[in-house]
């Protein structure tokens, strides 16, 4: 199948979180079982491996209601798949990718609009026949829509269908309509217009063909008035077309077997290397060299879907145990704030790294004991699975993804790799952490052969991916 993959960012070029991963590893495992799949994605300022793109338009006219916009089209190699880098500095030269770290750009309606329409321009101008046009997340919401307003009778495009992952359904991109001046010209129903707003991720999902949600859980979720992110009625009345489908781990570059950015590598077989690593990453953090202190470690934005809002006040009551933390993560200003300053108090037990690093994230997975995940909602979440490759076990909250790939020693001991909780509250949170510390220092070799365990779970993107080519099968 021939089939357009648009994501607002992509792992190697570009990344704030979760969707980067996905929108790498999905069109490779497409490539892999021989489907044609072509990536597009914004040339940003700041994104890498770009030094050797390939202009392939040059000032292709785009008419947008009564704007015109003129934009080239760079082209680059990602291990085998080709990415369509969409280059229109005015919006994407920035120093932030959705942001300037601060606070949104007043102008992101325009610039995914604009970067929508144009993801199926460049397809028309490739010539490119379209079977699927797979999008992801409120950045592609407007796709489906354009498609069937403007696209219907394009030679290439006339056939598509399109296919919307809902990775995080919390960020919508609402946008006054007036703000964005050529999308009041291009059709927008009546119905679709609320209180002047527009909703860009509500059209996705009323004009998609098929809807995902990033796991079965989520899938659910996204049907009940508390997890929905308000939009219930929607999700329900697109139940036959919604399914959940769970992403995959990306074991080429999240293995301890084979990781170069760890000190040492280790396996189920042979875990000495992860001591080194615990060790390591207590040097790095500027904590005491101890291998008996359990490690917790925690790699996330840092936002309220994180938990934040119940695990903040209980980071002191964490600390009073013999244990350390270690938490890399950056985001919401005054949460960082907050966060810093407990590091501040606890200097010889917890480390804060405000800064986003891919090799240090690498390391925090392998050299913790536990892995930290509490989140109030969680669509899929990538790093729980990360974390049960190295062994290092997840303490999460039952929602979304997490209660899909984390199995609770107390409720099923036979088949446990990590600890869940339920509620979203201090309370349980901590509860869920003094078993696990308690678990650590009481049965040592029960915990040496469920990390062995953990190690050995696994969450192929390959099975992702032919759940979705069975879905796209099923609209083609
Ligand atoms: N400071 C930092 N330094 C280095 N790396 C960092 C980092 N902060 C985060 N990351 C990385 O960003 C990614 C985060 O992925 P997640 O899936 O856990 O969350 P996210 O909420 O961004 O994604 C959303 O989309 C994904 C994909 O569908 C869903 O799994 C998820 O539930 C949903 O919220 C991981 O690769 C992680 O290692």
Request: hydrophobic residues 40%; contains cysteine; glycine residues 6%.
């Amino acid at each position: 199948m021939n089939i357009l993959f648009v994501s607002s960012e992509v792992e190697d070029l570009a990344k704030t979180g979760g969707l980067a991963d996905v929108a790498k590893a999905l069109p490779l495992s497409f490539k892999s079982v021989g489907h044609d799949v072509r990536i597009v994605t914004p040339l940003y300022q700041t994104s890498s491996n770009v030094e050797h793109a390939k202009t392939i338009l040059t000032n292709v006219t785009l008419h947008a209601g009564d704007s015109l916009y003129h934009y080239n089209v760079k082209q680059v190699d990602l291990h085998g798949v080709t990415v369509y880098l969409v280059d229109y500095p005015d919006y994407f030269f920035r120093k932030g990718i959705y942001s300037d770290g601060y606070h949104a750009y007043d102008d992101n309606g325009e610039r995914y609009a604009f970067f929508s329409m144009a993801a199926l321009h460049l397809a028309q101008l490739l010539e490119f026949k379209t079977d699927i046009i797979h999008c992801n997340d409120w950045h592609t919401g407007l796709i489906p829509f354009y498609l069937k307003k403007h696209w219907s009778n394009s030679e290439y495009l006339a056939e598509a269908k399109t296919v919307l992952s809902v990775h995080n359904g919390a960020f919508q991109g609402v946008f006054a309509l007036d703000s964005v001046p050529f999308l009041q010209k291009s059709g927008v129903n009546y119905e679709d217009i609320h209180h002047g707003n527009i909703n860009y991720l509500k059209i996705g999902v009323q004009y998609a063909t098929k809807i995902v949600a990033v796991s079965p859980s989520y899938a659910q979720e996204l049907q009940t008035d508390l997890g929905s992110h308000h939009m219930g009625d929607l999700f329900r009345s697109r139940s036959q077309d919604l399914v959940g489908i769970i992403n995959g781990c990306d074991y080429t570059q999240w293995n301890p077997e084979t990781d170069t950015m760890i000190p040492t590598n280790y396996s189920a077989e042979d875990m000495n290397g992860k001591a080194f690593c615990k060790a390591n990453l207590q040097q790095h953090s500027h904590l005491p060299v101890d291998g008996d202190i359990p490690l917790i470690g925690m790699v996330c934005r840092i936002t309220d879907q994180k938990g934040f809002s119940y695990l903040i006040p209980i980071i002191k009551n964490i600390l009073h145990h013999n244990v350390q933390l270690v938490l890399i993560g950056t985001g919401d200003p005054e949460l960082v704030r907050q966060i810093q300053s407990i590091s501040d108090r606890h200097r010889n037990k917890f480390f804060f790294m405000n800064d986003f690093s891919l090799s240090f994230s690498h390391l925090v997975t392998a050299g913790s004991d536990f892995f930290l995940m509490p989140s109030l909602f969680e669509p899929c979440g990538l790093n729980q699975m990360y974390s049960l490759a190295y062994g290092t076990l997840p303490i999460v909250r039952a929602v979304g993804g997490l209660k899909d790939t984390v199995i609770d020693l107390e409720a099923d001991p036979i088949n446990a790799n990590g600890f869940v909780f339920d509620r979203p509250d201090s309370e349980a949170l901590l509860n869920c952490i003094r078993k696990a510390l308690l678990f650590y220092h009481e049965y040592p070799q029960t915990f040496d052969i469920v990390r062995k365990k953990s190690i050995q779970t696994h969450f192929n993107w390959h099975d992702s991916a032919m759940k979705y080519e069975a879905l796209y099968r099923s609209i083609n």
